[in-house]
């Protein structure tokens, strides 16, 4: 019997899906790509995947390179440089991860995952919290690091303490060390008690400057990520993430394509939870 969501899309269908990423190395978007051949393969499509290395041209190349192929609708994580963004009309496109101004999509709610994976520090005693934020042209970094200052100011009763504590890194392992670098390389009593990494990798990369500078994890400092990639519960001692639903926001982003013939967008974005996965990484502080 025909998949009737098959039915739902409009003339004759290539049975393909693309999906263009920013970064295939990233272990965040490697198992996105993963959950959505699962999904498309659910329904009898099958996906082809392009990597646009975050750059806007090569990202126009991508959608272009798809659309000649015929497929029935594109995924795409755009790249930051979304000010150059032109979409094609007539073929579904779904946003996913990264939303942009003007554009609907799917992702985690950034911002109320970082304010969960704070508040679970608050609740353990922290207030010297730390934050690697993202690049700052990144708009999923932007959101994560509103999480975090909304949850310090209630932490803190609007004290605006929290600033000194930030880290601008990319999402990488050693731009992550070389944050925890920067925000523990201070006198005991000045440094975090407690770092929040916009990223797993951050975090871990966070967990070796931790060690070389020789503060143990979790007795001396804290430390939680965000994603909830398979090597968070790897590490040793296994990291305390916030995990997206990276599963579900394939699926959605796959339902979409499947029954969307329409010019890009949903209305109104979609936003999935986050949750905490509570590794061994975080304790209460130790008194000064």
């Given at each position: 019997?025909?998949?009737?969501s ?6 004759k269908?290539?049975r ?9 190395t ?21 996906i ?30 755009p ?51 730390g ?63 407690a ?5 797993d990798?951050?975090?871990i ?7 070389d ?10 430390i ?9 519960s790897m590490?040793?001692?296994r ?9 579900e ?11 969307k013939?329409?010019a890009?967008g ?6 999935l ?16």
């Amino acid at each position: 019997m025909p998949d009737p969501s098959a039915r739902s899309m409009r003339g004759k269908v290539s049975r393909l899906i693309g999906i263009i990423i920013p970064d295939l190395t990233n272990p965040f978007f490697s198992e996105l790509v993963q959950s959505a051949e699962q999904a498309a393969a659910r329904h009898g499509y099958n996906i082809i995947v392009m990597t646009s290395f975050d750059h806007a041209a090569k990202e126009a190349d991508r959608i272009g390179q798809l659309t000649s192929r015929k497929v029935d609708g594109i995924i795409l994580v755009p790249s930051n440089d979304f000010h150059t963004l032109k979409l094609p009309k007539g073929l579904p496109i779904v946003i996913v991860d990264r939303l942009l101004p003007g554009y609907s999509g799917i992702a985690a709610d950034h911002r109320s995952g970082v304010r969960l994976g704070v508040e679970h520090l608050v609740k353990l005693g922290h207030r010297r919290i730390g934050f690697i934020s993202g690049p700052k042209d990144s708009v999923p970094a932007n959101d994560r690091l509103k999480g975090y200052l909304d949850a310090m100011e209630l932490a803190c009763d609007g004290e605006q303490n929290a600033a000194p504590l930030i880290a601008e890194a990319a999402f990488d392992y050693e731009s992550g060390r070389s944050a925890g670098n920067y925000l523990l390389a201070r006198a005991r009593h000045e440094r975090p008690t407690a770092i929040f990494a916009s990223s797993d990798q951050q975090a871990i990369g966070c967990m070796r400057a931790a060690h070389d500078l020789g503060i143990p994890i979790p007795a001396a400092l804290s430390i939680v990520g965000f994603d909830g990639i398979p090597l968070a519960s790897m590490t040793t001692p296994r990291l305390t993430t916030v995990k997206q639903p990276i599963q579900e926001i394939a699926a959605a982003a796959v339902a979409v394509l499947l029954s969307k013939q329409d010019a890009p967008g949903l209305g109104k974005p979609l936003l999935l939870g986050c949750e905490i996965s509570e590794g061994e990484t975080t304790s209460s502080p130790q008194p000064d």
